[in-house]
């Protein structure tokens, strides 16, 4: 019902978002990944739906219902999240990369399950360095114009002001969202940092569905006042 009644601000924008951590496999049944719940993108995705918006999310695995009327491609891997997000960005207004995207992966993913031998040797795991989803989007040619606006999320354990501006500026996005501590993974509520090349501002501790809300309202500010 609150859906029904929410101002339609972004009415006719095509929303892309990551959400939720990546899965990749080091064996048929093992793999690294983290603990990111994926529920920060789905507030997102939630109120940007509510606000008129058509709404695609990609999603790693994570444990959470389709918000309604949002178009959901599920994956497991950074690679596949790249994959889908590349099938499905040429329309979009707006990207945002919520997800916690795995940085490495293993290099070889074993075709079978990797068994004990019996002898007490462990196994050796080589790392690859996964695609950057954000920077390969914002590097784009719409994006560059414009026509494409990326937002970045940002989690930091520590300096997060500083740590958010240099982030903005080495993946070139417009918005760069930073998660104030501590250890918002998982949880309900969050505080974010919005960074800009203006300067910053908070958006006090509230639960995410309302962050979520906010962010919308934020991002069509932002929409209305750039040209395309
Ligand atoms: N991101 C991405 N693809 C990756 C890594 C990150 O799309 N392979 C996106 C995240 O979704 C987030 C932003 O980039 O929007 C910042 O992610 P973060 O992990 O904070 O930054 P990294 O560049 O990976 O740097 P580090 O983890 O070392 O801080
Ligand atoms: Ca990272």
Redesign the pocket.
Known sequence: LQAFFAPKVLRGKKLLI?AGPTFEAIDPVRGITNLSSGKMGFAIAAAAQAAGAEVTLVAGPVHLPTPRGVQRINVQS?QQM?AAVQSQVGPADVFI???????WRPANTADQKIKKDGSGEVPALAFVE????????AQSARAQSGALYC??????SHDLLQ?AMA?RL??DVPLLVGNIGPATFGQDDNALLLVDAQGHRELPRAPKTELGVQLVQELARRLAAAPG
Do not use: Q, W, Y
């Open positions: 990551t950074a790249l990369a919520t997800a916690a995207v795995a940085d996964n695609p950057d989803i954000l920077a390969t989007v937002v970045g999320f940002a989690a930091e740590h982030k080495r993946k």
